[in-house]
């Protein structure tokens, strides 16, 4: 139906600053359209890998959302097992968020499971981190507070959940 135009390698430092600055401005499918462009020019570019997966997840709360697995497939395509760790927990962090903020009935249960994966993958990552790297232990002390916080998002079945909070 219609031809894509290609962009040139020239070009990709300044798409990639514009994909940033569409996620900011909450315009995800821009942002995710960008970063495929920059990837047909450079499949391995990792802000672009980046920039896509979270795009992706940018629209998790959305009306036609992409699913979870197809998220997870760009996974591979991060040259590190520290971002594979730390993205999958992001990942499931935000599928846990917006099904949370639907508030249909029986929603939080599905979104505490969420949260408590996404703490698993930001546990991994935080032992894979470099000195000095505290982004994996500050996601998961959201995720922690959150469930602490929300009395709507708890386990279905009895979890002996219990942060410990430094």
Known sequence: MFTLKRLSKDGIEGALAKAERYRLLNEP?????????????EPGNQRA?????????DQFARQRAPTVDEVRSLLP???DEYKRAYYEGI???RRGKALW????????PIAYD???????????ADSLKSPGNEEAALRW???ARVLMKYSELQPAVADDFQPMLE
């Open 29 to 41: 499918w821009q942002a995710e359209s960008i970063c495929r462009d920059v990837l047909e020019v």
């Open 49 to 57: 890998v980046i920039g896509l997966l979270l795009a992706l997840t």
């Open 77 to 79: 395509r991060l040259e």
């Open 91 to 93: 990942i499931c962090e």
């Open 101 to 108: 903020q639907r508030h249909t009935p029986g929603s939080g």
């Open 114 to 124: 969420w949260f408590r994966q996404a703490m698993e993958h930001y546990d991994r």
């Open 141 to 143: 002390n959201t995720c």
